[in-house]
């Protein structure tokens, strides 16, 4: 009798075992265990200054990408 393979669910029963989740999730863990890595944690008015920043260009850059989006529709 021939033996028969198992059923071929899609593209992701083809991928290697490296790229399976848990090899993805480890990676960040091994990493950190270094020592060289470490940082010294940023003042509390730095970290809040850096947070207004990233909310700042958030926000810029979705009225510019609404503003393309209208331009777009008007065409």
Not at 25 to 33: A, F, G, R, V
Not at 38 to 50: C, E, F, H, S, V
């Given at each position: 009798m021939a033996?028969?393979?198992?059923?071929?669910?899609?593209?992701m029963s083809m991928q290697p075992i490296e790229h399976s989740l848990t090899v993805?999730?480890?990676?960040?863990?091994?990493?950190?265990?270094?020592g060289e890595d470490?940082?010294?944690?940023?003042?509390?008015?730095?970290?809040?200054?850096?947070e207004a920043v990233r909310v700042a260009r958030a926000r810029i850059m979705r009225r510019n990408s609404l503003r393309k989006q209208r331009q777009a529709q008007e065409r």
């Open positions: 033996k028969s393979k198992p059923p071929s669910i899609g593209p993805r999730n480890q990676l960040p863990t091994m990493m950190s265990t270094r470490k940082r010294t944690p940023l003042p509390k008015n730095q970290q809040a200054r850096m």
